[in-house]
Structures are given as C-alpha cells and as structure tokens.
C-alpha cells in the first residue's frame, strides 16, 4: 500500500554541524512533496518543498534533495541550531487529489545538542 | 503569509459532552480545510476535507457522525467532536487551502476527555 516513511525515528547532533533527514516514500504517483518541522504542542510548519521536476532545492539553511528513482527525498540543515530541535515530517501529495491534502511521514525527532 | 488560527489550544470535556474546535483563514479564502489528528508521538492523520459550502469528505474508519464539519464560509470551518469519550482524547489539527499547493496548518487543539 501506499506510505510516506523516515528511516530514522530520532536524530541526535551537535550545535553546529549539518544535519541530514531522510524520507521514503513508495508511491510513484506522488508529485509534491513538503518537509515540516513541528514543535511540541504546535501544529506542523512548513519548511521547504519540492515538485517532482526537480531534484534540488535550496533555502535558508535547508536544501531538499529528491531522487525519484529510489523515491527518497532527504532534507538537509546547515549549521543546526538550538532551536532546529523538533520532530521533522516528510509529506507528499499528488496533483491528482485536493492540494494540501498530505500524507505525512511518521516523523524524526531531531535533537540538537549544545 | 498565510496564517490560520484554530481555537480553542486545548480543552478538558466531560465524557459524553459535544466539543467545537473552530479553524479560520485569516488573510485568505480557504476553499479546502483539512482536519487532522495526532496522538502523541505519532503523525498526523487526515480525518476529513472539508469543502466550503457543501459536505465534508471523510477518510475510511472516520465516524461522520462523531465528526460534525461544517464550512459555512470562506474564512471558517468547525470540526464539533460530539458525545466525547476518554479515546477521543487527541491533538486535532486543521489546515487550509487557497486552492493552491496550500500547507498552512493551525496552532493545534488539545482535547483531553475526562
């Protein structure tokens, strides 16, 4: 069936070392995809996404790789802070159904450590 | 940029009680509003679309009935969880779309069940 998956349920690093989040998914269908960063008790906030036309996409701090071929995309966090400390979710949609429909990924928690 | 505010952050109910969790876009139309839910240390998973002006779309083994959605406007959609019982006891979480790829996601509702 279909899923969104995270290869690792926790991450730990140091404060200032890159950070890299890995995510799985196993429909090809799947044409967008969004990576969320949650905080406790907060609802999820967007971070970086990417159409399946692409393979790379920089921001500030962050950049996502997707390699359809394996159907994995990763997230990567430069110089991670204090504050990166949350539960990352990947999420896919596909353009076939409602957008902003997401189907979430079961989430790693990153820690950083100063 | 696009900020939904959900209310209330949490609430303690009574076993057998109605509970209204309201969701607004609050500078845009959302013509889609999802309805998540999250138990703790787990992901989120869709509950319902809900779809301005006529009834909502709910997932399979989501009980309608238990899940009152009404999206009476543009700005606007409550999710009513009616005869609440301790299993109900969750984070629920919305988000909204302005018909775009949308990923703007409300602060969360804690609803404990007592």
């Known amino acids: 069936g279909e899923s969104v998956g995270l290869h690792l349920p926790t991450l730990s690093v140091q404060e200032g070392d890159n950070s890299i989040i890995n995510c799985a998914y196993s429909?090809?269908?799947?044409?967008?995809f969004i990576w969320y960063k949650q905080e406790s008790g907060k609802g999820p906030q967007f971070i970086i996404d990417?159409?399946?036309?692409?393979d790379k996409r920089q921001g500030q701090r962050v950049t996502v790789l997707l390699n359809k071929t394996v159907k994995h995309l990763s997230l990567q966090i430069a110089a991670t802070q204090p504050g990166d400390s949350a539960v990352y979710f990947c999420?896919?949609?596909?353009?076939?159904?409602?957008?902003?429909?997401?189907?979430f990924g079961d989430g790693t928690t990153l820690t950083v450590k100063p | 940029g696009a900020v939904v505010s959900q209310h209330p952050s949490w609430v303690i109910c009574k076993s057998g009680t109605s509970v209204k969790i309201e969701c607004r876009s609050l500078?845009?139309?959302?013509?889609?509003m999802f309805w998540y839910r999250q138990f703790p240390k787990q992901s989120l998973m869709l509950m319902a679309t809900?779809?301005?002006?006529?009834?909502?779309?709910?997932e399979q083994g989501v009980e309608k009935d238990k899940f009152l959605i009404n999206h009476a406007s543009l700005t606007l959609s409550t999710l009513t969880v009616t005869s609440a019982h301790p299993e109900d006891s969750s984070f629920y979480i919305c988000?909204?779309?302005?018909?775009?790829?949308?990923?703007?996601f409300g602060s969360g509702t804690r609803l404990t069940v007592v």
């Open positions: 809900s779809n301005e002006g006529s009834k909502a779309t709910y």
């Open positions: 988000s909204a779309s302005d018909g775009q790829y949308g990923y703007t």
């Open positions: 429909n090809s269908a799947s044409d967008y």
């Open positions: 999420a896919e949609e596909r353009s076939n159904t409602n957008a902003g429909k997401s189907t």
């Open positions: 990417i159409r399946s036309n692409m």
């Open positions: 500078d845009f139309q959302a013509t889609t």
